[in-house]
């Protein structure tokens, strides 16, 4: 009987083994990849670090508002200013776009990097995982991949003659921090599908025995637990293989694997990736938003002092992205030599002593249901010359939202041919054009993309052109109403004629714009029974708390890093917070103050 019961034992306990190892495999499926889900360390890690170092670093250089590591796709396009900037490095201009930049690996020596330096910034700066760009679009590699096509195309046999993908992760595994990985899909200077210059449905042979075999060998090697993959936009997730590939990495590297969502059109998975902007509101699927403290990624000896982010304005942006759900993955752009620039490792430690204070405001929260209050609008104006523009990254007007924000731009247009024009927007999100108080256009792009309630609703807010005769010497008056919503900042107001090329509308003293939006000056989050309410302003004696529910008296109230209980009363419905800002203590806190309420919250 012992002997039998002892099998049993046995067969159960292989049974469960089995059964286990049987619920970690994803298959390549979008049920089975979707029904695997997302880790919770990444939903509760809320902040990590990018990281953008490569070739381009040498020249780090682009426009003041440019992104760093596209230089080479300038040289693809015959940029004159990065021709000549590689003309310093001993670039040829008359050579091709890949002769130009490959005399930069001789010249990227690496010479002062330390990647345990790093990884201790990084701890410092209070983050829980790092991602490395281990291949940007110009396809060199930071590891040891045997690269069959282009030879020493790698910082191992080339360059720096070090594996940065090898050395990093130890140091970032060190400190206790998760490793990712960002990966370029689409190469710009590999023969057997060169990125924008082979037609896109060319790009099988590439995928199947070049791009797969190099992501299997990174993953293999390193088995990263956040991996970004980037470059995907001109091709579908079939042709990039996107189930095969995510189900084959979380096999790969197991239950603390998260992909992120740039796999092409028709992806279903992965968390999401807002760049330079935090507009989305998703308490569901887990997201990130990706930015720079400049403008750019890459180094760029070429951007504004005015590009960057304050301390101040990257603390009270971190908070904002929280509150609603979201987190940041916060991008340094060394130095070629290896040094990340002082202004950047200030806004680090900056950010680290912040939350080693206000942390658990941080990390592990879940949005409240009122996750901002408002201060009054804010209203700037300025005038523009034309209505042109694609604000992708960081505010139009400094100072204001770079998501949910209106303009209202006026002005006086005077056509150069007496005949029909045809006035064209290209807009994201919301749009109306007036003219002389008829509604020329009112494109909607909810509506537009579905959310209509019938077909003739949908077509009334879907256009966004019109046409209409107007005359030479007749002034029009002309008003434009656009509403941004999320993601991305972009309307360009043109018109065409019979005898007149597409242009830019002209107002003939400019357009006047009013510029306006909403600031939030409260956010919260929640942790358990705890409610924490983070003041982006230092109050002056008091706080007041008008989202708060009072079916729940707040039992007590305390800031945290200081230990005394403050005093508060209701007066109705708001939350009156006292402040003895007498005391020289509360005024060592670094700001913004968070305050913690102890709240028991309706289920």
Request: some cysteine; aromatic content about 12%.
């Amino acid at each position: 009987m012992k002997t039998i019961r002892k099998t049993f034992i046995l067969l159960g306990l292989y049974l469960l083994i089995f059964q286990s190892l049987s619920a970690q495999t994803v298959e390549p499926t979008w049920e089975s990849i979707n029904q695997r889900g997302y880790p919770q360390w990444f939903s509760d890690a809320k902040l990590g670090i990018f990281i953008h170092w490569g070739l381009y670093s040498i020249p780090a250089y682009a426009s003041p508002e440019g992104y760093g590591e596209w230089f080479y796709k300038g040289l693809m396009s015959g940029d004159t200013g990065r021709m000549a900037m590689m003309q310093r490095f001993g670039g040829d201009p008359t050579k091709s776009a890949l002769e130009q930049y490959s005399v930069l690996p001789a010249q990227w020596k690496a010479e002062m990097w330390n990647p345990d330096e790093w990884a201790s910034l990084f701890k410092q700066a209070g983050a829980q995982y790092v991602l490395l760009v281990t291949k940007h679009h110009d396809g060199y590699c930071l590891w040891d991949w045997n690269n069959p096509v282009i030879p020493n195309w790698t910082s191992v046999l080339s360059g720096p003659k070090r594996n940065i993908v090898e050395e990093l992760t130890t140091a970032v595994r060190k400190q206790n921090l998760k490793m990712g990985m960002y990966f370029s899909l689409a190469e710009w200077t590999n023969p057997i599908h060169t990125w924008t210059v082979s037609p896109n449905d060319s790009i099988a042979r590439y995928v199947e025995t070049y791009m797969i075999p190099q992501f299997k060998d990174l993953i293999t090697k390193y088995k990263p637990e956040v991996l970004f993959t980037d470059g995907e936009w001109d091709n579908n997730a079939e042709q990039w293989h996107a189930r095969e590939l995510i189900s084959w990495y979380y096999n790969t590297v197991g239950p603390d694997a998260i992909v992120n969502d740039r796999w092409g059109d028709g992806h279903q998975h992965g968390y999401k990736t807002p760049e330079y902007s935090g507009g989305i509101m998703d308490t569901v699927t887990p997201w990130a938003e990706c930015r720079g403290l400049g403008r750019s990624f890459g180094i760029n000896h070429n951007e504004l002092l005015s590009n960057y982010l304050s301390s101040k304005e990257l603390i009270q942006h971190f908070v904002k992205l929280v509150a609603v759900g979201g987190g940041l993955t916060l991008n340094v752009g060394p130095e070629a030599d290896g040094r990340i620039p002082f202004i950047q490792q200030e806004r680090l430690l900056d950010l680290g002593n912040w939350l080693k204070t206000n942390g658990e405001a941080i990390y592990a929260t879940k949005p409240y249901i009122h996750p901002y209050e408002y201060t009054t609008p804010l209203t700037l104006t300025r005038t523009d010359s034309v209505i042109d523009f694609d604000w992708v990254r960081n505010a139009p007007i400094k100072g204001m939202t770079y998501d949910n924000f209106k303009i209202s731009w006026e002005g006086e247009i005077e056509p150069n041919f007496s005949e029909k024009y045809t006035i064209n927007v290209e807009v994201d999100d919301n749009v109306i054009v007036i003219l002389d108080n008829d509604t020329l256009i009112n494109y909607n792009k909810s509506f537009a993309n579905g959310t209509a309630s019938n077909a003739q609703e949908a077509k009334n807010y879907s256009r966004t052109q019109a046409t209409i005769k107007l005359k030479k010497g007749q002034r029009y008056h002309i008003k434009v109403l656009y509403e941004e919503k999320d993601l991305e900042a972009r309307i360009r107001l043109h018109w065409k004629s019979k005898s007149q090329q597409e242009e830019a509308i002209p107002a003939i003293n400019g357009f006047s714009g009013i510029y306006s939006c909403l600031l939030p000056s409260i956010c919260y989050t929640k942790n358990g029974s705890d409610l924490y309410a983070t003041i982006l302003e230092t109050p002056v004696n008091s706080v007041t708390l008008r989202n708060i529910s009072t079916n729940n008296k707040v039992k007590e109230v305390t800031l945290l890093g200081y230990d005394k209980p403050l005093e508060f009363t209701y007066e109705g419905s708001e939350l009156i917070i006292n402040f003895d800002l007498s005391d020289l203590q509360i005024h060592k806190l670094p700001t913004p103050w968070v305050l913690k309420l102890n709240y028991h919250f309706e289920q």
